[in-house]
Structure formats: C-alpha cells, structure tokens
C-alpha cells in the first residue's frame, strides 16, 4: 500500500451542478475528519457536511461526503469523496486545502485505477477496458469497454494461463521423478490439450481485428475522381458543411477527417483529392496521399459522376476490392443502367438532392456493424494483447516440435508468461507506464 495520500478532481473539469473531489490513502479518513470536524461516519453512505479549511477557518462548501474502508474500495486503499458544487471557486479552494496538508499530493494521471491494479482490484485488461470507457464516444464503444472493464478479457487469458500451468505440472513431473515411470498416456494427454490450446488462441486471433476497430474507429475513405460529390457525401454524412463543395475541379487537395458514430459505431470518414493525373505538384501530392488512404483504410466509398458512364477514371477502378461500396451519384442527372461495376453492384444516389441516401445509408451501417459487431467471445482491443498472443502462439508451436520435456516445459513457461503480460500476472513494469498514460487526471 503506498505511504501517500492522493487526492484530484475525478469530475471533469469546468463549471458543472456538481463535481467529485476524490482522496485515496492513510490519510484520507483523517482529512474528512480535518474539514467536516466530525469522525462518525458509517462506510460507504452519504453524510452531508460543512467544510471548513482547517487553517483559515473559511467555509469551502456544503456538500456530501462517503467513506470506502480499505480494502474494500476502488483503489484497495481508504478512499474518500466530496461531491461538493461544481463551481470553480468551491472546488479550486477545496483543491487548495488539500494542498496545505502535510502527506497530500495531487494525483497523476490514471494513478487512482494504477493503485487500483497494484492492490489486486482488477487486472490490466479492466484497467484498460475503464479507460476506453471514459473516452467512448458511441454505443458500441461503450459496451465493449464495460464489458472488458467486468472482466470477460481476463476471464479468458487467466484461464488459459492457468490451464497451460496444469499441464505444465505433468511435465515438471516427468522432469523431477524420471523413476517413478509415470503413464505414456499423462503426457500425451498433455500434448493433446496444447494442441487444442494452441488452436482456441488462434481462432481468438482471427477476428478481423474487429475489437480495434471498434476501440479506434472504421477508417472510410470516400475516393474517385474530381467532381464526382466525394465532398458532397461528407457533408451529407456528418451533417454540417466539413468540406468546401465547389465545381472546380482539384478543390479538395489533402484528407479531410471527420470523426462520426454510425449506426452506434465510430467511423473515421476521410475524404480525399480527386484522383486524376495533374502537373500541379500540390495536387499530384494530393492524389498520391488519396490512394495510400484508399489502401490502408477499412472500407472505401469508390464514387463515380453518373453521367460519365461508361467512361470511368481507371484510376478510381483500380481501387475497387471486397472492402468497397461501388457509388454512381447525381443520379438525379443521369441514371445509366449498370449491373456490375469492378465486380460490385453499385449504389445509386444523388448527394445533393438527397435522393438515395437512405439506401447508402443503410448499405454503410451494414458494412461497419459487420467489421465491428461483438460476438459472444470477447474481442480483443489492443496491438500489445496481439503481439503477446502471437507469442504465446509461437512457443505453443514450438513445444508440439520438442520431445525432450525439459525444453518443451520451457515454452509452456514463455507461453503462459506472455498471457501474464496481457493481464499483469507477471512482472510488467515496463508496460505500466503506457497502459495508464491513457487516463486523465481524477481517474
């Protein structure tokens, strides 16, 4: 337990009805006890109260305040919170009390949920699955991280950690009592069960990333050639005017982002500069950073002028791939009868009159909720619980190649020491930092 006392402003900042000032550590009871000049409060209800700051004498607020005994709190430690009014000058001088008290620090980012970790209220995967909570922006975001903040993330790592450790017991067996001629049948049953291991880990990592593209966002690039309404259908999309719209062709010259929720999942729509060939070597720069945004986005609306038909800009056509909605707009100019276009059927819709947007719209949430819809396994959110599993993988493969048990008892320890990096069930001093670098203070 640390020797510090902490303390921060857990609501977020600025003028609101009321904000949350949060103390974790030896001292917090003590402090309660400082400002409100009572010490009879029962744990976890709560006592409305007067501060005062103990050295002026001044009045700070009228408020509630709740007590958590350790260790049965967020933090593990003794925790208090002063839910007071939120605004500025009451919190600022609460702020500046516990300032003045000897044993009292602010508290850094994310050191709260960091001493939450070290006291065994939760693993690194719910640390992680509160900080995406705080920063969801949809539904669908909300959910996930709710769901790995409760657990079902590290559920699923421990119990094959603990399974991998069960199986590493038969094995240390064999090691340490080579005469007491242990059935052919123990190890074998043990190789059978990393191979079914080894397979689930496999299946888990074959998930379409879908759990990071919920967490960061469905990257959308709308690409085609000039003038064919890319900036149009942004607009249209994040409802207010993000792009200029103009019939000069090469207008939109860089990426334009912007960050929506469709259909309750986040979606990073870029729109890019028409794809054509130019001296302009502004324009040419823009072109290129089109098509690097077209390969390495998650789905692309390829949007074509219907009135070019069947003279469309090669350019555009070669982008066209599984991961596209094929687009003919200003429909209400032309309307050509075209079954396939790039081996996709393509949409109808005029952007400016509005005429088929619901069907592209309907089209698009079908696309995104497919690369992000949450199964009944939980899904994994983050590039470091890949790259571990990946690992834990790869000694699991190389185990079923070894048949001296020492060696093969090793890669079972490097596997199960790569799931508890996952979850901190190991040393991971090294991770810490980054894992809680995501919160703000308060938190």
Same mark, same amino acid.
């Given at each position: 337990?640390?020797d510090?006392t902490?303390?921060?402003?857990?609501?977020?900042?600025?003028?609101c009805?009321?904000?949350?000032?949060?103390?974790?550590g030896?001292?917090?009871?003590?402090?309660?006890?400082?400002?409100?000049?009572?010490?009879?409060?029962?744990?976890?209800? &709560? +006592?409305?109260?007067q501060? $005062? #700051?103990?050295?002026?004498? =001044?009045?700070?607020?009228?408020g509630? /305040?709740?007590?958590?005994p350790?260790?049965?709190?967020?933090?593990?430690?003794?925790?208090?919170?002063f839910?007071?009014?939120?605004?500025?000058?009451?919190?600022?001088?609460?702020?500046?009390?516990?300032?003045?008290?000897?044993?009292?620090?602010?508290?850094?980012?994310?050191?709260?949920?960091?001493?939450?970790f070290?006291?065994d209220?939760m693993?690194?995967?719910?640390?992680?699955?509160?900080?995406?909570?705080?920063?969801?922006?949809?539904?669908?975001?909300?959910?996930?991280?709710l769901?790995?903040m409760e657990?079902a993330l590290?559920?699923l790592?421990?119990?094959?950690a603990?399974?991998?450790?069960?199986?590493? &017991? +038969?094995f240390?067996?064999? $090691? #340490?009592?080579?005469?007491? =001629?242990?059935?052919?049948?123990?190890? /074998?049953?043990?190789?059978?069960?990393?191979?079914?291991?080894?397979?689930?880990?496999?299946d888990?990592?074959?998930?379409?990333?879908r759990?990071?593209l919920?967490?960061?966002?469905?990257?959308?690039?709308?690409?085609?050639?000039?003038?064919?309404?890319?900036?149009?259908?942004?607009?249209?999309?994040?409802?207010?005017?993000?792009?200029?719209?103009?019939?000069i062709?090469?207008?939109t010259?860089d990426?334009?982002?912007s960050?929506?929720?469709i259909?309750?999942?986040?979606?990073?729509?870029?729109?890019?500069?028409?794809?054509?060939?130019s001296e302009d070597?502004?324009?040419?720069?823009g072109?290129?950073?089109?098509?690097?945004?077209?390969?390495s986005?998650?789905?692309?609306?390829?949007?074509?002028?219907?009135?070019d038909?069947?003279?469309?800009?090669?350019k555009t056509?070669?982008?066209?791939?599984?991961?596209?909605?094929?687009?003919?707009?200003?429909?209400?100019?032309?309307k050509?009868d075209?079954?396939?276009?790039?081996?996709?059927?393509?949409?109808?819709?005029?952007?400016?009159?509005?005429?088929?947007?619901?069907?592209?719209?309907?089209r698009?949430?079908?696309e995104?909720?497919?690369?992000?819809?949450?199964?009944?396994?939980?899904?994994?959110?983050?590039?470091?619980?890949r790259?571990a599993?990946?690992?834990?993988?790869e000694?699991?493969?190389?185990?079923?190649?070894i048949d001296?048990?020492?060696?093969?008892?090793?890669?079972l320890?490097?596997?199960?020491?790569?799931?508890?990096?996952?979850?901190?069930?190991?040393?991971?001093?090294?991770v810490l930092?980054v894992?809680?670098?995501?919160?703000?203070?308060?938190?």
């Amino acid at each position: 337990m640390n020797d510090q006392t902490i303390y921060a402003l857990a609501s977020g900042a600025g003028r609101c009805g009321v904000a949350v000032v949060r103390l974790s550590g030896p001292q917090a009871f003590s402090v309660l006890c400082r400002l409100s000049g009572k010490s009879d409060f029962k744990a976890r209800y &709560a +006592h409305r109260v007067q501060l $005062i #700051d103990p050295v002026e004498g =001044d009045p700070i607020d009228d408020g509630l /305040a709740l007590y958590f005994p350790a260790p049965h709190s967020f933090t593990g430690e003794e925790v208090v919170e002063f839910q007071i009014h939120g605004g500025r000058a009451v919190v600022q001088a609460l702020l500046d009390s516990l300032a003045q008290m000897d044993g009292l620090r602010l508290a850094e980012p994310g050191e709260f949920t960091r001493r939450a970790f070290e006291n065994d209220k939760m693993d690194l995967t719910a640390a992680e699955g509160l900080a995406d909570l705080i920063h969801a922006e949809t539904r669908a975001q909300a959910k996930q991280a709710l769901r790995q903040m409760e657990g079902a993330l590290g559920t699923l790592y421990n119990d094959w950690a603990d399974r991998i450790l069960h199986i590493l &017991a +038969h094995f240390e067996a064999v $090691i #340490d009592f080579p005469d007491e =001629d242990l059935p052919e049948e123990v190890e /074998a049953g043990a190789r059978a069960k990393v191979a079914n291991l080894q397979h689930e880990i496999e299946d888990h990592l074959k998930d379409g990333h879908r759990g990071e593209l919920l967490r960061d966002g469905v990257r959308l690039a709308i690409v085609g050639p000039p003038n064919a309404g890319k900036s149009s259908l942004l607009n249209q999309l994040a409802k207010r005017e993000v792009a200029i719209v103009s019939d000069i062709a090469g207008t939109t010259r860089d990426i334009i982002e912007s960050h929506l929720d469709i259909g309750g999942y986040p979606v990073v729509v870029s729109d890019t500069a028409g794809l054509r060939h130019s001296e302009d070597v502004i324009e040419m720069e823009g072109v290129r950073r089109a098509q690097d945004r077209a390969q390495s986005s998650d789905l692309k609306v390829v949007m074509f002028d219907a009135a070019d038909w069947p003279n469309l800009d090669q350019k555009t056509l070669d982008l066209i791939d599984d991961d596209s909605l094929v687009v003919l707009n200003k429909m209400d100019q032309a309307k050509p009868d075209v079954a396939d276009i790039g081996g996709q059927k393509p949409i109808y819709m005029s952007a400016k009159s509005k005429e088929g947007l619901v069907d592209f719209f309907k089209r698009l949430e079908e696309e995104v909720a497919t690369r992000c819809m949450m199964t009944g396994a939980p899904a994994l959110t983050r590039a470091r619980h890949r790259e571990a599993l990946e690992d834990c993988v790869e000694a699991l493969v190389r185990f079923a190649e070894i048949d001296l048990p020492e060696l093969a008892a090793e890669d079972l320890r490097m596997a199960t020491r790569a799931l508890g990096r996952i979850t901190g069930r190991i040393d991971v001093e090294d991770v810490l930092d980054v894992v809680f670098s995501d919160f703000c203070i308060g938190k």
